[in-house]
């Protein structure tokens, strides 16, 4: 997904229908009860703290918060980085109309700029108004939600295993209210998340604004970046406030022509709170997304210089690349955490 722009308004368009398209079938067998009785995950390895961010599920037909964190404990992982879908969706969020396992493949089309057909184009079309009108929904449902369900849920997965580091919710883009940002934090602290995540807005107004807001519940702010990214990239909004931090991608930094991607790591290690690791090949390369191993992003030498350095920020996996035919998202996730055992064993 090459085109920053675009993969911004995609994810943000997802994370909000995912919040209300799909209904869960794992509330009716006892969450609280299975817990007890689960085997906990442990991905903590030589000192550096895998996660898993759950955008990498999204192609799952459950996503509601106990799917997903079935997904998670099934990949072995014990931290991960919550979109907001599911989290909103345990919460109580009105649900939306839209079909997501229908439309997620023309947003993505439409995102890397494939041919769209009319009857295609005009689903997207229709998607897009519905999901206007969903926004709006949202947002006033925000205003007044209790913070008893994020908590709950922040609980729910703390004793499955699971701790709940980050959160990225649709709340904190230009388009969103005041009161839109003020929940978003206040839902990621009762979550039990050190920061919230969103895509770089390149606006220093704005990254001025979040920073400050975030300062207030003692919250960071990481900023993610794609193919934007360069070694100055987030340095206005890390000056502007100590709540604003790095949610760096290596992968995309990589595929950025940047060159020794592992100097940004080290020049800003003590503002980076997270950062994900995929395999893309390099820009002169093409910058595909591959399985692991397979591309130009040195993953390996980068966990090594975390457990070295004993950097304590997280390595999140994020599963871009395609899913083989006959294996599965969880089973992708959990060769990408092998690969981090190999490479810090």
Request: one cysteine or more; charged letters at 25%.
């Amino acid at each position: 997904m090459k085109n920053k722009t675009s993969r911004r308004q995609f994810l943000g368009a997802a994370s909000t229908l995912i919040a209300g398209s799909l209904i869960s079938s794992h509330k009716v067998f006892g969450m609280p009860a299975f817990v007890n009785n689960l085997v906990k995950p442990k991905s903590l390895i030589s000192g550096v703290k895998i996660g898993v961010i759950t955008y990498s599920f999204r192609d799952l037909p459950d996503q509601s918060a106990e799917a997903t964190l079935n997904y998670i404990l099934d990949s072995g992982i014990s931290a991960t980085e919550l979109m907001g879908g599911p989290a909103e969706s345990f919460a109580g969020a009105p649900k939306n109309t839209v079909d997501l396992r229908s439309v997620f493949p023309l947003m993505r089309k439409r995102t890397e700029k494939q041919e769209l057909t009319e009857d295609e184009k005009k689903t997207l079309a229709e998607a897009d108004e519905k999901n206007k009108t969903y926004r709006e929904e949202l947002s006033a449902w925000r205003k007044n939600v209790s913070m008893e369900k994020f908590e709950q849920l922040g609980k729910l997965y703390k004793k499955a295993g699971v701790e709940i580091y980050a959160f990225k919710p649709d709340a904190f883009s230009m388009r969103n209210s005041d009161a839109d940002i003020d929940y978003g934090l206040r839902a990621g602290k009762a979550l039990g998340a050190s920061h919230v995540t969103l895509e770089h807005p390149n606006n220093d107004a704005h990254t001025l604004k979040l920073g400050k807001a975030a300062e207030k519940y003692g919250m960071k702010v990481a900023y993610h970046g794609h193919e934007q990214q360069t070694f100055t990239f987030w340095d206005t909004a890390l000056a502007q406030s100590p709540a604003n931090t790095l949610n760096l991608d290596l992968g995309h930094f990589v595929a950025a022509g940047n060159p020794d991607p592992l100097d940004i790591i080290k020049q800003k290690h003590d503002r980076i709170m997270s950062m994900h690791i995929k395999d893309r090949k390099t820009k002169a390369n093409g910058g595909d997304n591959l399985p692991w191993g397979e591309g130009n992003t040195p993953i390996a030498d980068a966990l090594k210089l975390m457990r070295d350095n004993k950097y304590k920020f997280v390595a999140t996996i994020e599963l871009e690349y395609k899913v083989p035919q006959g294996s599965t998202p969880t089973a992708e996730v959990k060769k990408c955490l092998e690969f981090c055992k190999n490479a810090l064993g």
